[in-house]
């Protein structure tokens, strides 16, 4: 009986090395395949997923198990895609989530497309994922480990995608991954994990900005709340919801960001309460369950680290608006919100507005 065949997309991390080694003890035909995004490792100042280094850890990890495995340049896909939009995202005073969209369109677009190019039967990663049957179809489900859960950068799968998908470790806890890796004999075993954002290079992302945007990021005005001047800001592009370093203003209390102007070229700041927000429009909505033609109870998820919290999701035109139980800390235009129901991943869309 031949073998089903999967591509696993290994950066020479741990995750996706062991995802591979066990889809090879389960008896399926693998195929590894490494984005390379041309990063160039000397000039970076933290680990990278995709760069020289992780693409030799991805070989010899390979080489170790036996199986076949290629380099494919992605670096086209990933300025169209992600990095043009990172910087236009953040010219305009919103803060992008680029993992989201490397997700969206490079691994489970072009490279899933690739995978069954090369007649394979699935798609695998080493995302901290699960995949669930309903009478929808399959659907999302978060991971074993919710520390580690990654199913808020996955949202857009769809059923037609997750049939050609393998989430490997999602039932493992990272502690669990690094002791299989070990079994294994893997040499990245004790690797560190790479940061979130690949094509930076260095954790702090505002010096790629000011490189890639130049002229276009120009300084303006700081107000409280009640219209008042209280300093200049060095663009708006350098600041986000909810920051409270680098603002320059001594008031005896501690400000954050509550609003950006990209039209006026302002930033308003104020006390925490005023960082709070309970509505808000979202955009470029996916739902799994196509439309909604009435409020439902979901548990909403803003950002990575946030903790999810009760809210409703109401139909709005072409969009939705949501509405928290309870006030929450910096909802920010420009990154995603997820809605979850008992686990599932229901749907989600871009923060487009903050209403109150």
């Known amino acids: 009986m031949k073998k089903e065949r999967v591509v696993v997309a290994m950066s020479g991390g741990v995750d996706s090395s062991v995802a591979a080694a066990l889809l090879k003890d389960q008896g399926y035909e693998v195929i590894g395949i490494t984005m390379c995004f041309n990063l160039v490792d000397a000039e970076r100042k933290r680990p990278a997923c995709c760069g020289i280094q992780g693409i030799e850890d991805a070989r010899r990890v390979a080489q170790k198990l036996g199986i076949r495995h290629y380099v494919l340049n992605m670096q086209k896909p990933l300025i169209d895609y992600v990095i043009k939009d990172f910087l236009n995202e953040y010219a305009h005073g919103r803060t992008p989530n680029p993992c989201i969209r490397c997700n969206q369109y490079l691994k489970f677009d072009f490279l899933l497309k690739k995978a069954l190019s090369l007649d394979a039967n699935f798609l695998a990663t080493g995302h901290y994922a699960r995949i669930a049957k309903t009478k929808n179809g399959l659907i999302l489900k978060k991971a074993r480990d919710l520390y580690k859960d990654q199913s808020y950068f996955l949202y857009h799968l769809n059923s037609k995608q997750l049939k050609h998908i393998l989430f490997p470790i999602g039932n493992y806890t990272k502690i669990g991954v690094r002791e299989l890796a070990r079994k294994f004999g893997l040499a990245v075993a004790e690797k560190k994990g790479s ?60 400000i954050y960001v509550i609003g950006i102007d990209s039209g006026k070229n302002e930033i308003t700041v104020g006390r ?60 920010t235009p420009g990154q995603s919100a997820v809605f979850y129901i008992r686990g599932l991943v229901s749907g989600g869309g871009y923060i487009e507005k903050v209403l109150s």
Do not use: M
């Not at 439902?296 to 139980?325: G, L, M, Q, S, T």
């Open 272 to 331: 925490r309460e005023e960082a709070l927000g309970k509505e808000f429009i979202v955009k470029d909505v996916y739902l799994v369950c196509r439309r909604i033609k009435k409020k439902i109870a979901v548990r909403v998820r803003i950002r990575y680290n946030h903790k999810e919290a009760a809210a409703w999701i109401i139909p709005f035109k072409d969009k939705i608006k949501i509405k928290f139980n309870r006030p929450q800390f910096a909802i």
């Open 195 to 254: 940061q979130e954002i690949c094509f930076l290079p260095q954790v702090d992302y505002r010096p790629f900005l000011e490189n890639a945007l130049g002229n276009k990021i120009k300084p303006g005005l700081i107000l409280d709340s009640n219209g008042n001047v209280l300093g200049k800001h060095r663009g708006i592009a350098f600041y986000t919801i909810g920051q409270r370093e680098g603002l320059g203003i001594a008031k005896g209390y501690p």
